[in-house]
Structures are given as C-alpha cells and as structure tokens.
C-alpha cells in the first residue's frame, strides 16, 4: 500500500516533492520493522538527498533522515561533516 501511494506520488508530483518524500520516509520505516534493513536504508538515503534538494542541507527534515540512515546501517557514531554546510 506504502508502495503504491509513493509511485503515484512520484507520478503526480515528482520524486523531490515534499509529499513523495515522507511516503519514501515511511516506506523505510516498513522496511526497517520488517529487517529489510538495506532496502531501509536506500529508501532512507533517497530521502535524505531529496530533503537537502528541496529544503536545503542544514533542515531538521534532512539531519533526521541522515539518523535515520545511521541507524538502518547499525553505525553506532554520526557525522554531520559535509550535510551542515
């Protein structure tokens, strides 16, 4: 379901819109809960590129993605080098 509302996100407002990218967001949520962790985590790189396109690299929205990726990755130290600049 996560999956076809994300596709006709993409379809009706492009892949960077704001509403695309939470669906991108919740889609890795699932994933994470299922143990799907690399497919969680690209979902949740692809979010994070998309929130630094649309609302710029130092956003609350793009910092939560990036702890998001940190943890599907099971990284236990986070930089922010390079995503607040």
Known sequence: MIRRALEGYEKVLGSEHPHTLTSVSNLAILLRDQ???????????????????????????SISNLASVTVDSHVCEVTFAGLLT
């Open 35 to 61: 143990r799907k962790y690399k497919n969680a985590e690209r979902m949740n790189r692809r979010a994070l590129e998309g929130s630094k396109k649309m609302l710029g690299s130092g956003a609350l929205a």
